[in-house]
């Protein structure tokens, strides 16, 4: 589970939490118990994320292409598209999270632009998937933990 940073536009609670069970995702209004969304992927949900601002939420898995939706209208904003020639490959998408600024969003090896779902990037040096990540607050660097047993800091700031 995770919690909303943020009410998106309305909510009057701003007290949201995704969730997933199984291969759907959910939102939930803590205040009103109101589900807000529910998706099933066709994959197990392993991994979630609200973007800072609260407005949207995005899932990946351990296969298929994860999805960003917006939590006010419930609709798919976009699917990114798995592909080993990306180097975003479903599978091992076990870890999201979206930048600080809401700009960018991690999902495992991949960066993409997080308001049009273009990748700018992947991450090239783990064996194994990423299991863990987090931006700093600053959004210059990322950090990933793997199941090849390494932690490595990337350098954002020029990318």
Not at 45 to 69: E, H, I, Q
Not at 118 to 137: C, D, K, N, P, Q
Request: hydrophobic share 40%.
């Amino acid at each position: 589970m995770v919690f909303s940073p943020a009410p998106p536009g309305g909510n009057a609670s701003g007290a949201l939490v995704a969730t997933a069970a199984g291969q759907a995702v959910k939102v939930v209004d803590l205040a009103s118990g109101r589900e807000l969304l529910s998706h099933e992927q066709g994959y197990d949900v392993v991994s979630f994320a609200f973007s800072p601002d609260g407005k949207r939420v995005a899932a990946g898995g351990r296969s298929n292409n994860p999805t960003v939706w917006d939590v006010v209208t419930g609709q798919t904003v976009y699917t990114v598209t798995t592909s080993a020639a990306t180097g975003c490959v479903g599978g091992g998408l076990e870890a999201t999270a979206f930048s600080p600024d809401g700009k960018r969003l991690a999902l495992g090896p991949c960066i993409l632009d997080a308001i049009t779902g273009e990748r700018l990037f992947t991450l090239l040096g783990h064996t194994g998937s990423i299991s863990r990540l987090a931006f700093s607050a600053d959004r210059t660097r990322l950090i990933t933990a793997s199941y090849d047993g390494t932690v490595k800091v990337w350098d954002l700031a020029a990318s």
